[in-house]
């Protein structure tokens, strides 16, 4: 059974800076892509950013400029550096993992933007 661990998340204020990290219990080169989805409080799960294993990347358009995914192979983990961070970003932030016949899920961390 894959694992995927998230950590990273916590308080900050609007404008500033988190890096989330995502690890995973085999080696990403299993996965067709890995992603980050976020879902805030009455809203649906959303697609913020994801990275396939080609390397190429895609992100939702509310958080482009500002959110970059990547990834360390020798590590097993995929990060999210978030900064100019706004109040509307605050969600939990959940990594996943794409396999052909199925997804896993982390268990999420917790993001909330306030001052």
């Known amino acids: 059974q894959v694992q995927l661990v998230e950590s990273g998340g916590g308080l900050v204020q609007p404008g500033g800076s988190l890096r989330l990290s995502c690890t995973a219990s085999?080696?990403?080169?299993?996965?067709?892509?890995m992603a980050w989805y976020r879902q805030a409080p009455g809203k649906q799960r959303e697609l913020v950013a994801q990275?396939?294993?080609?390397?190429?990347?895609k992100y939702v358009d509310s958080v482009k400029g500002r959110f970059t995914i990547s990834r360390d192979n020798a590590k097993n983990t995929v990060y999210l550096q978030m900064t100019s961070l706004k109040p509307e970003d605050s969600a939990v932030y959940y990594c996943?993992?794409?396999?052909?016949?199925?997804?896993?899920w982390g268990q999420g961390t917790q993001v909330t933007v306030s001052s």
């Open positions: 996943n993992a794409k396999q052909t016949i199925r997804d896993y």
């Open positions: 085999e080696t990403i080169f299993r996965f067709n892509a």
């Open positions: 990275i396939i294993i080609g390397g190429s990347t």
